[in-house]
């Protein structure tokens, strides 16, 4: 096939003229040229004319939870773009609870405190008596079940909470609902839990296929076209494995298998790069701190509003321990460290391992990597460390960032101006269910560091060109995951993956690169997804 079309952004090494076309052949992109030479190289291909369209590298998500987002797409969507308020999640759970059998589990995400307002267990239970429920913040590190859902977790005003997590108590110091970082892992995540079975099953197979197949839809209408799920169990590589043998795995999807399951791993000697370019182990995940949208993470200094440092979910002697055996193995570890203190304890263990075992050439990540400080960036250039921040949270949630964290440390967040010109690796993540999916409004927040909602600046020293957020998504990502010899660009030998854009994202007003139409995605030369 020859397609050809008003702007081609190849991202080339060394840079040069841009390609008028490019030919793919057997899933790759065979040859790039102007359009007559490669009609005379290649006399029988068809021929497609995006005309005044822009082809860019796919874009490829370094973070993301696809596993999560087939289960959360079966249950209600109570993020602040569906619900109104309390009182109209309320009424989603109060009309989900109708259509439930009795006793039947009543399950919500994305759940926002700051834009949709406060909830408790109380509120819960006057929406939904006779049925146990549970509404997940959108950071994903608490979440608020009501009466029904305690008695059926066995938690009373007496049980002790577990390591690394939290009950939430009101002002009378009864428990309000919260259940926070272990506490709720424990509960909605089959990857992390521990302390044995939750009685919050998983959806059957056939179901959580069809939320995979949703959500792949979903994604690719962005223009994906290669994730990292930056958390995975072993049924949740079984669900991936069952798609891709029913032909319905259309996204390339690395892996970032739990370390709590890193035993079965090494039993069966497979690590890092395991797999294919379809489906591939790219190493494994370990949790140090909370969130940042959750207000949980493990700080140096005290949140801006509210007081405080955070949380520790992994003690230090835990974590050192999993960074030696996984980097021992010679397989990639991504920990999830928010704040400085958590990325301080990161990179001691880091560096502990490489002293012990050296493998230069093996570079592990910081998952999220939030805040930073001059110190941190340079160990982690020392090291090879990848940084995989979030792209779009500045504009999710805009001037509440200065509120939890001041103007000060905002401007050390989400730090991407600051590890390109340190020269340390960085990808493009959403973290999605957590923060939005769409790639394009990752890439403006980088772009413009303003709230999308309130228009507010936050950190605009972090300021990138909108070339520069695009290589993020795309190089950056493709480093992540030990696959840049393949992936981010359009060039001769690479995978046909690319994303047709209605508009040129690099001559866009960078305040509507968010509303860039996406016209078509390929995935190995098949279109995946046509507007």
């Known amino acids: 096939m020859l397609y050809r079309a008003a702007r081609i952004v190849s991202q080339q090494p060394g840079g040069g003229p841009e390609p008028e076309a490019l030919v793919t052949l057997g899933g790759l992109i065979a040859a790039t040229g102007t359009v007559r030479e490669l009609r005379e190289r290649f ?5 497609v ?36 308020g309390t009182g109209d999640l309320l009424d989603q759970v109060r009309s989900e609870a109708e259509r439930a059998a009795p006793g039947e589990w009543i399950r919500g995400s994305r759940y926002d405190d700051t834009k949709t307002g406060p909830l408790t267990r109380w509120d ?51 428990l309000d609902g919260r259940l926070i970082e272990r506490a709720l892992m424990n509960v909605v995540h089959p990857a992390t839990a521990r302390g044995g079975p939750s009685p919050l099953r998983p959806s059957a197979p056939q179901d959580r296929l069809r939320g995979l197949v949703r959500a792949q839809r979903q994604w690719h209408a962005a223009g994906l076209t290669s994730v990292c799920d930056a958390l995975i169990a072993p049924q949740d590589i079984a669900l991936l494995q069952r798609a891709r043998a029913r032909g ?45 949208g959750g207000r949980t993470c493990l700080l140096s200094e005290p949140y801006a509003d509210s007081g405080g440092h955070g949380l520790q979910t992994t003690s230090t002697e835990e974590l050192t321990a999993q960074v030696r055996e996984v980097h021992g193995d010679g397989n990639r570890i991504g920990v999830h460290a928010n704040g400085d203190a958590a990325i301080r304890l990161v990179l001691d263990a880091f560096e502990a391992a490489q002293r012990e075992t050296p493998r230069p050439w093996l570079r592990h990540r910081i998952e999220h990597c939030s805040v930073v400080d001059a110190d941190i960036v340079r160990r982690m ?77 936050v950190g605009v020293s972090q300021r990138v060109s909108a070339r520069e957020a695009l290589s993020v998504f795309t190089l950056g990502s493709a480093e992540a995951e030990g ?19 209605g508009e040129d994202l690099l001559a866009a007003d960078p305040h509507r ?19």
Request: glycine share 14%.
């Open 43 to 47: 006399p029988g291909a068809a021929e």
């Open 49 to 84: 004319d995006f005309g005044d369209a822009a082809l860019v590298p796919g874009f490829n998500d370094a973070h993301i939870h696809l596993a999560v987002a087939a289960e959360d797409l079966l249950h209600l969507d109570l993020s602040a773009d569906a619900v109104e």
């Open 124 to 174: 819960l239970d006057r929406a939904a008596p006779g049925h146990p429920v549970l509404v997940v913040q959108v950071a994903g590190h608490w979440g608020v079940a009501n009466s029904q859902a305690l008695r059926a977790l066995c938690i009373d005003e007496d049980t002790p909470p577990p390591d690394g997590g939290d009950f939430g108590r009101g002002a009378d110091g009864r």
């Open 248 to 292: 319905e795995l259309t996204l390339r999807v690395g892996m970032l298998l739990s370390v709590d399951h890193y035993a079965a791993a090494q039993a069966l000697g497979v690590g890092s790069g395991f797999g294919d370019d379809v489906l591939r182990l790219v190493g494994v995940k370990a949790f140090v701190d909370g969130a940042i």
């Open 381 to 457: 250039r020392r090291l090879g460390a990848v940084a995989v921040p979030f792209a779009g949270y500045v504009g999710y949630h805009g001037g509440a960032l200065r509120r939890w964290y001041g103007a000060e440390r905002t401007e050390r967040m989400f730090a991407h101006r600051t590890f390109l010109d340190a020269g340390v690796a960085v990808a493009g993540s959403s973290d999605y269910p957590c923060g939005p999916y769409q790639p394009l409004l990752g890439i403006q927040s980088m772009v413009t560091r303003e709230g999308l909602d309130d228009g507010a600046p």
């Open 483 to 501: 696959t840049a010899d393949r992936k981010g660009r359009l060039v001769p030998g690479h995978s046909a993956d690319f994303t047709v854009l």
């Open 513 to 531: 690169i968010a509303s860039v139409p996406v016209l078509a995605t390929y995935v190995g030369g098949e279109c995946v997804h046509e507007a």
